[in-house]
């Protein structure tokens, strides 16, 4: 985890979005967020709910928050919040902070989505998320060349995949260090 970084600077793109992880018994699941309008104002294609910082917010926490409140109805206590992870950028250099918070108990169901931003709300519990079947990679080529490659979550309501799932991956990586391991290494290729 790092130290809670401050807005960017007038003329950067920056974001954050809350990574909320629900508690139900002993197992836990990363609820996750698919809106229309939510990837047109943050890349994070579809993903966790956040956005882009306002002048006013005191820091990304505080924008993830803000963002969680508006756009799921979910009022997430400062104190919940366990964390900020490394920020992850787009194609196009924005930068967002993805930010760990426990809400407790929760059901999909109970939240109260904006339908401006948000198309529909669904969790994949970890234990789905950290099985092998379940896991991907996405292979992508730019003017006819590999360019990257990027993870991606199978077999749920929705494919997780662009910066949800490089979130998500850096969220496993720390929560399920012996269970989750990338299998990909970052310099393999596609074949064929």
């Not at 820091?59 to 009022?75: K, N, Q, S």
Request: hydrophobic share 35%; charged share 15%; net charge neutral.
């Amino acid at each position: 985890m790092l130290p809670r970084p401050r807005p960017a600077s007038r003329g950067t793109r920056s974001a954050s979005a809350v990574l909320p992880l629900p508690s139900r018994g002993p197992a836990s699941s990363v609820s996750r967020l698919r809106g229309a309008g939510h990837a047109a104002r943050l890349p994070v294609s579809g993903g966790f709910p956040g956005g882009k910082c306002d002048p006013t917010d005191q820091d990304v926490v505080h924008t993830a928050l803000r963002e969680t409140h508006e756009e799921l109805g979910l009022t997430v206590p400062e104190e919940h919040v366990w964390g900020v992870l490394r920020p992850v950028h787009d194609r196009q250099k924005a930068s967002v902070v993805p930010v760990l918070a426990g809400v407790g108990p929760l059901d999909p169901q109970s939240l109260r989505p904006n339908p401006e931003e948000v198309d529909e709300v669904f969790a994949l519990p970890l234990s789905h998320l950290l099985q092998a079947q379940n896991q991907g990679y996405t292979h992508f080529c730019l003017h006819g060349h590999f360019s990257y490659t990027l993870p991606v979550f199978l077999h749920g309501p929705h494919r997780v995949w662009g910066l949800t799932a490089v979130i998500t991956e850096f969220t496993l990586q720390l929560l399920a260090p012996g269970a989750y391991q990338p299998r990909l290494a970052s310099s393999e290729r596609p074949t064929g």
